[in-house]
């Protein structure tokens, strides 16, 4: 079936599955770095914007996101710049598998919290895996870019 | 089963319409959980352009539409001021905020998920819900339907006379499952008292609501661990549940009597 969106603020048509989650559809049209982990709502790392909403990409049907915006952190290039630097000052990227995900929701979270404290930050980003544990960098790193963006 | 179809129904009667009598449609919710289910589905009747995804108070009632979010519970300040907080503070532990944007109202009631802390809220909130076809029905008498028939869940209809709320649940790591949860409410001046996860669906303690009827708090976490079934499973055994129903029903007790 046919779906029209708009992927990081270009519109796109795209023919998917009736059955395909957002993440298959997202992949199969090029966009790697959006990833599989889990593939069961649980790790995080294939977070996307949804009209601005972080969702877990393997969890949505592809067809839900027919005449939505969908951002994925290719749409966030300043932010992830940012970011990256970072996590990269803070010794926290390790394999950097999680981090396209992670970039997402604390985009999202940037945008949806004014002024978290760590345990709002640790609240907010549970849903954030990462196999390297690299968490209390993370957070130092994410604190970092809080302030700087300020 | 692969999904040959998928339907985006704009209302509930609509939606109802397009499941009964198919055994191969399935109703999508956030959608998150019918993912991990074994059983297939050809046709997807998709909820999320059927209108049910409003809060709303009306006739001393918080009706929530069934594809209000958990996320929604959480951060909208009428639903927090409605159930003094409790509908929110049991879903906010859930995974991450990315599937709490997604997981909904309806999909976690109607699927009856024995593991489900909201059910469990809801059902000391005394819930009512309302069904397109079945109509309004106390969320006691939906969890034991034993044979349900193919319905779609429109709204939970949730009185908002709370004076106090208090939950209680025990995970073995945060964010997993439940071994045991347990909401206790003052609505109106009536204390209830329900219990999830034992690991059967959630059940009122009607013992331990009597007892604390009476101010007694340990009574009533003695009464919740007499009357109610506990079982075994990869999480706890029968017996350990039984032991940590009645100390979470005390401490919830202690806080809505206090
Ligand atoms: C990784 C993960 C971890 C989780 N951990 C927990 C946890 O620790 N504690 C907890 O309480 N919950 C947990 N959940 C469950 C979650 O909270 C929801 O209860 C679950 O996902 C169902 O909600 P849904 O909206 O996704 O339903 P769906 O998956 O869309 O639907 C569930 C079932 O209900 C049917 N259905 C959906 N909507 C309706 C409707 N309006 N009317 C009739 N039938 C309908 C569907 O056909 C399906 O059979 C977890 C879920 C996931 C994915
Ligand atoms: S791949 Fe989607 S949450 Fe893990
Ligand atoms: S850096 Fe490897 S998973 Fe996070």
């Keep these: ?150 | 089963m692969a999904v040959k179809a998928y339907l985006r129904p704009k209302s509930p009667s609509e939606a109802l319409a397009l499941i009964e009598g198919d055994e191969r449609a399935a109703l999508i919710g956030g959608g998150a959980y019918l993912r991990l289910a074994s059983r297939g589905y050809e046709t997807a009747v998709d909820l999320c352009d059927a209108g049910l995804d409003r809060v709303r108070v009306e006739d001393g009632a918080l009706r929530l539409g069934a594809m209000v979010t958990y996320r929604r519970l959480e951060t909208d300040l009428v639903v927090r001021d409605c159930s003094g907080g409790l509908l929110g503070r049991c879903v906010e532990n859930i995974v991450g905020v990315q599937v709490r944007n997604i997981v909904t109202v309806g999909g976690t009631v109607a699927g009856r998920y024995a593991f489900a802390n909201l059910t469990t809220a809801l059902l000391a909130l005394g819930a009512d819900v309302v069904l397109a076809r079945g109509g309004r029905k106390p969320l006691e008498q939906f969890l034991a339907d034993k044979a349900p028939a193919r319905d779609v869940l429109v709204e939970v209809v949730v009185p908002t006379a709370v004076r106090r709320s208090a939950w209680r649940d025990l995970t073995r790591v945060r964010s997993d499952f439940a071994v045991l949860n347990v909401a206790a409410v003052d609505v109106g001046g009536e204390v209830r008292v329900a219990v999830g996860a034992r690991p059967g669906v959630a059940r009122l303690a009607r013992g331990a609501m009597q007892a604390a009827a009476a101010g007694d708090a340990r009574g009533a976490g003695e009464a919740a661990a007499a009357e109610l079934d506990f079982g075994d499973d990869l999480r706890a055994s029968a017996d350990y549940r039984r032991r940590v129903c009645g100390a979470l029903v005390t401490r919830a007790l202690e806080e809505v009597l206090a």
Excluded at chain 1, 14 to 33: F, K, M, Q, T
Excluded at chain 1, 67 to 79: F, Q, S
Excluded at chain 1, 95 to 109: N, R, T
């Design chain 1, 1 to 150: 079936m046919n779906i029209s969106l708009e992927l990081n603020g270009r519109p796109a048509n795209w023919d998917v599955e009736p059955g395909e989650a957002l993440l298959e559809a997202l992949r199969r049209h090029g966009v790697l770095s959006v990833k599989r982990g889990c593939d069961t709502a649980s790790c995080g790392t294939c977070t996307v914007l949804l009209d601005g909403v972080p969702v877990p990409s393997c969890a949505v049907p592809a067809p839900r996101a027919d005449g939505r915006a969908v951002t994925t952190v290719e749409g966030l290039p300043d932010e992830a710049a940012r970011l990256g630097a970072c996590l990269a000052a803070e010794g926290a990227d390790q394999c950097g598998f999680c981090a396209p995900g992670l970039v997402v929701a604390v985009v999202a979270m940037s945008r949806e919290l004014e002024h978290p404290d760590e345990a709002a930050i640790n609240h907010y980003l549970a849903g954030n895996l990462c196999r390297c544990g690299g968490y209390v960098s993370q957070t130092r790193a994410i604190r970092r870019y809080l302030q700087e963006a300020r």
